[in-house]
């Protein structure tokens, strides 16, 4: 696969505040990729960029090899699905997907003259659009008499009738509830995988970053932390950001003994990872789903649950283990006050280098103010 | 107190229409009498179809209405996405300022300056000022009718924002495209009724056409006054009859349409 976008150096400021800083990034032709990160990230800016809406202050843009940073964005063959649709409420929904077709002037040789493009054919063209977005028969309703969700269906079709080589989402699913999100995240896959051409993702949602993508790029503050496949984000994110903004962790201070030996919570662990400096300290993340609950002779760690909230799936349990408060998921009850071990397996333990993220993630004590404050970020509008 | 609310409602309605019932009534009336309603008769309608003055003013008056909102219009628009689209804070709010000034202006102050400004240009140019009489009024016209252009314009182009025309250059338009295919559209009931507005602002005017107008373009205005100071015939009553039912009857199409509209877009006001 070859390197369709790149962004090399690009960083931004709005009236002084550094919104993107010197990114590197490549997509291939192709590829699902989402930009992942919580609201004021970045990322939404880094789309516009893309599409030609705002112009790095620094850093160049290329499209298929050639330079486009300075070309206006009707002249670029990307397409961008808004966050809140955008589509035009003087047209029907017919018109609203026609609308890309009807600007063209093709030739078939280029010794004529460019020609619109046939009625038959704009008209073939749309109607094999509303098909692929289950949208047959809504041709001449008025798109403010649309749902969310058909109206999403509308933008998307708007955005790939005239065959562009990447699609740009903005949070195309923001606005939909849980369920009818969960539907189009699989349409949405579906059609990505049919047409075969890029999308680039902005979401703030990890699950549906996890669960659609090829590859995640997460970003904080302006700069990309990690790039990878959803598996290698979850199981061997680089810092503390993106082990607590991807899933739950439980993000401890450690001390690598040797390969494959951490000491952390006063005692020594077997662990997968090496490469590490002799006595170098490190952040050490054990994901909650991956600690098992034992008697507390068996355990390699005790402590007491000072929580337990039932999930469904799993019960939640707090646990303090020298301060220290753990999340683990089990699908064990266990009472609260109980004092219980807790069993860690060697290939649970992901080692991380020490960043500016240690220590400001990844302990549960203040659960409940953390989860207010994970809730208010979702709320929060995107700039 | 409910008989004292319909008292009340009787009360405004006779202050406000009174008058004009009065001036109908009479518009009707066989004699030239003002104080006694001899009998009914069209005979001041007849006079006034008979008259090629009242004529040619009422054709004089419509022409520089329907020119000077059209221009004013487009000139208006262009002003309204002009500002919208600047970034300076400071300029665009004095130029927001500036061009309010033609409005707040007492009327008497833009005609004396307006005339000042057209028989010095005249002077300068060494032709007569009757020559430039039409320009001269277009010019003046389209002046303090532009703020009303813009004042109607703006709120609609800041209320649409820029995500339509956004989308409209991410599916190719350019940017002149984007103007006329997306934005004008959804700006234009803002646009229409500033063009209204400018139509009858122009229509209404008086003070200034009186300082810039010369005699060989009398405006219905000018000439209902130059009129008064002999003696108002009731021909006149008739005009101003016709004037009022057309007025009555734009108002209750303008209203039965704008009424069918926000039943319609009942269902609009909900999506974002």
Redesign the interface.
């Known amino acids: 696969m070859t390197k369709l976008i790149e962004l090399k150096g690009i960083s931004k400021s709005f009236d002084g505040e550094r919104v993107l800083d010197s990114i590197n990034l490549y997509i291939r032709d192709g590829e699902f990729v989402t930009l992942l990160g919580p609201s004021g990230c970045g990322k939404t800016t880094m789309l516009r960029i893309i599409?030609?809406?705002e112009t790095a202050d620094e850093g160049s843009l290329y499209f298929d090899g050639a330079e486009i940073s300075e070309v206006?964005?009707?002249k670029r063959h990307?397409?961008?699905v808004?966050q809140?649709y955008?589509?035009?409420?003087?047209l029907n929904v017919y018109e609203n997907i026609a609308?890309?077709l009807r600007?063209?002037k093709v030739s078939k040789d280029n010794i004529e003259r460019p020609k619109r493009i046939p009625e038959e054919e704009i008209k073939k063209r749309v109607l094999e659009m509303l098909d692929m977005v289950k949208l047959s028969g809504f041709e001449n309703k008025?798109?403010?008499?649309?749902s969310g969700g058909q109206?999403q269906r509308v933008a998307i079709a708007?955005?790939l009738i005239?065959h562009p080589k990447v699609l740009l989402l903005d949070e195309p699913l923001g606005a939909l509830d849980l369920k009818l999100r969960k539907d189009m995240q699989n349409e949405l896959k579906a059609i990505q995988q049919s047409i075969g051409i890029t999308f680039i993702y902005v979401t703030h949602d990890q699950e549906e970053a996890l669960s659609m993508s090829d590859t995640v790029v997460v970003i904080a503050e302006g700069e990309i932390q990690q790039i990878g496949t959803p598996t290698d984000i979850y199981n061997e994110p680089t810092n503390a950001f993106v082990a607590d903004f991807i899933g739950e962790s439980n993000i401890v201070d450690g001390v690598m003994l040797e390969d494959k030996k951490v000491k952390f919570s006063g005692k020594v662990f077997d662990c997968v990872d090496g490469g590490f400096g002799k006595g170098e300290a490190v952040d050490v993340v054990v994901r909650p789903e991956d600690v098992d609950v034992v008697e507390p002779e068996r355990g390699m760690l005790v402590g007491k649950a000072t929580s337990v909230t039932f999930k469904g799936v799993h019960y939640e349990i707090i646990v303090d283990i020298g301060g220290f408060k753990w999340m683990i998921q089990s699908t064990d009850y266990v009472a609260p006050e109980q004092t219980i071990g807790l069993y860690i397996e060697p290939d649970a333990i992901h080692i991380m280098k020490k960043s500016k993220y240690s220590g400001k993630f990844g302990d549960y004590s203040s659960f409940s103010d953390e989860m207010d404050k994970l809730s208010d970020a979702d709320a929060a509008e995107e700039f | 107190m409910k008989y004292f609310s319909k008292i009340y409602i009787f009360l405004i309605l006779g202050i406000l229409y009174i008058p004009i019932v009065t001036l109908i009534l009479f518009s009707f009336n066989e004699s030239s009498s003002t104080a006694l309603f001899t009998g009914f008769s069209f005979k001041w309608y007849y006079e006034l179809f008979r008259s090629p003055e009242t004529f040619e003013a009422l054709r004089n008056t419509l022409i520089l209405a329907a020119s000077s909102a059209i221009i004013a219009t487009v000139i208006g628009t262009a002003a309204a996405e002009g500002i919208y689209k600047m970034r300076n804070k400071l300029a665009k709010t004095a130029i927001t300022s500036v061009t309010n000034i033609p409005m707040m202006n007492p009327d008497i102050v833009t005609g004396m300056s307006m005339m000042l400004f057209f028989v010095a240009v005249a002077a300068i140019l060494g032709i007569s000022y009757e020559n430039i009489g039409f320009t001269a009024m277009l010019i003046s016209h389209v002046t303090f009718c532009l703020p009303y252009v813009i004042l109607s314009v703006l709120p609609r182009i800041n209320e649409l924002g820029d995500?339509?025309s956004?989308?409209?250059?991410?599916?190719?338009?350019?940017?002149i495209?984007?103007f006329f295919?997306?934005k004008l559209?959804?700006i234009m009931p803002g646009v229409l009724s500033g063009m209204v507005m400018a139509f009858t602002m122009s229509l209404d005017d008086f003070v200034i056409s009186y300082f810039v107008g010369s005699s060989d373009f009398q405006t219905l205005p000018l000439l209902i006054y130059s009129m008064t100071k002999k003696q108002v015939k009731p021909d006149m009553y008739a005009l101003s009859t016709l004037i009022i039912v057309t007025i009555f009857v734009l108002l209750i199409i303008t209203n039965v349409k704008s009424g069918r509209k926000s039943a319609h877009?009942g269902?609009?006001g909900k999506?974002?």
């Open positions: 599409g030609g809406f206006p964005a009707h990307i397409n961008t808004f809140k955008a589509l035009f409420p003087h609308f890309p600007l063209k008025s798109v403010s008499t649309l109206q708007r955005a005239s | 995500s339509l956004e989308a409209a250059l991410d599916l190719g338009c350019t940017p495209q984007a295919k997306v559209p959804n877009s269902m609009g999506k974002k």
